[in-house]
């Protein structure tokens, strides 16, 4: 096996901001969304949006998982490069290991989040069809 080097774990900070970037985008616009939806209740309750907002709760959730697996695995990144720096390469190989699992578990539960705002919206467009007929 190749020797960790600090370039290795240095390459992932780019990903992995691009990556926080975009969760924090999906929560931002989620948050409005709740804001939104959070209105419209108050002034006229239903069934389908008490759904939306249970379904918005659990995409909530999921995102801020996936945001805690990311900063885990920047973290990790970072405890790696300097177990490098001070010569421990053996724990840095496994600290980096951890972190890219990290990464791994968080983009998994992406997919999940990203397969609920599909389901939701899958939802949404079947009623507006509905409405056209």
Avoid: W
């Amino acid at each position: 096996m190749e020797e960790l080097t600090l370039t290795t774990p240095s390459l992932l900070f780019s990903a992995v901001s691009l990556i926080m970037l975009a969760y924090t985008n999906r929560f931002i616009s989620y948050a409005q969304l709740v804001r939104n939806l959070a209105q419209d209740y108050e002034r006229e309750p239903s069934d389908e949006l008490k759904a939306q907002i249970s379904n918005l709760r659990k995409r909530l959730y999921l995102i801020r998982l996936m945001q805690v697996l990311g900063i885990v695995s920047l973290f990790l990144c970072v405890v790696t490069m300097f177990m490098v720096y001070i010569g421990m390469h053996t724990i840095a190989v496994y600290i980096f290991g951890l972190g890219m699992f990290s990464l791994i578990s968080s983009l998994g539960v992406s997919i999940q989040e990203i397969t609920i705002s599909v389901k939701a919206l899958e939802i949404r467009l079947n009623k507006i069809e509905r409405k056209g007929k």
